[in-house]
C-alpha cells in the first residue's frame, strides 16, 4: 500500500512510530515462530531452511533474501519507500535479537504459547507497518508489481509462498501443523486488528 493510498496518515512522528514499532513486533513474531518448532510460514521457512544450509543466522538471510527481491522489483517497475528499505535493513536484525532472548521451547504448551503469540505479533505488526504508509515490504511489493501486470494479487501470493514453502522444506526448514494454523489464522486476525487500530 502506497502513502498516496492510506487516508488520513498522521503525523510523521506517528507514523514512523508505526512503522518501527511494526518492523520490530513483526521480528519479534518471526523469533516466537521459529522456537515454537510447530512450523513456519511459508517464506520463514524458506529464510530457516536457506540459513541452516549457509551457516549463518535466520536474520542475515531476511535481510539477504529481502535485497535480493527487491531488486525484481526494476522490471515490476515498483518504487520503494522508507518502510521498504526499513523492512530490508531492520526486520532481520529484529528476528536475529528475538530468537537471542527467547528460550527454546522445551514443552509442548510453550511451543503453542509461542505459536498463538507469533501469530498475533506478526497481525499486528502488519497493520502497524502497513498503517505508516511508507512503502510495502519487498516481498509484498513483488506481488502487487506481478498484479500490475495482470496477475491476481491472490494467485500470484498463492504461488509464490506456495513455491518458497516447498523450497523451504527441501531445504530443511520447519514445516508443520504451525504453518496451517498460520495460514488460517492470520488473515481474519489481522483484519481484526485493522478495525481496532484504524489507520487514521
Do not use: C, K
Not at 132 to 153: C, E, K, W
Request: no cysteine; hydrophobic share 55%; glycine share 16%.
Amino acid at each position: 500500500m502506497s502513502e498516496a493510498t492510506v487516508p488520513h496518515l498522521g503525523s510523521l512522528p506517528s507514523r514512523l512510530v508505526r512503522l518501527y514499532g511494526g518492523l520490530a513486533l513483526y521480528g519479534l513474531g518471526v523469533g516466537l515462530q521459529v522456537r515454537s518448532g510447530l512450523g513456519n510460514d511459508p517464506w520463514d521457512a524458506f529464510h530457516q531452511g536457506l540459513a541452516g544450509r549457509l551457516g549463518v543466522s535466520i536474520g542475515t538471510v531476511i535481510i539477504g533474501v529481502g535485497a535480493l527481491v527487491m531488486l525484481l522489483w526494476i522490471p515490476l517497475r515498483q518504487r520503494p519507500g522508507l518502510g521498504t528499505v526499513s523492512n530490508v535493513i531492520l526486520l532481520g536484525l529484529f528476528a536475529d535479537a528475538a530468537l537471542f532472548v527467547l528460550p527454546a521451547s522445551g514443552h509442548w504448551a510453550l511451543s503453542w504459547l509461542y505459536l498463538g503469540l507469533a501469530i498475533v505479533s506478526i497481525a499486528l505488526a502488519t497493520v502497524l507497518y502497513i498503517g505508516a504508509g511508507m512503502g510495502p515490504g519487498p516481498r509484498d511489493g513483488l506481488m502487487t508489481g506481478l498484479a500490475r501486470l495482470g496477475v491476481s494479487l491472490r494467485l500470484g501470493r498463492f504461488l509464490i509462498e506456495i513455491a518458497v514453502l516447498a523450497v523451504g522444506w527441501l531445504l530443511g526448514g520447519t514445516v508443520g501443523i504451525g504453518t496451517l494454523v498460520f495460514a488460517l489464522a492470520i488473515g481474519p486476525l489481522t483484519q481484526l486488528f485493522a478495525r481496532r487500530f484504524p489507520l487514521t
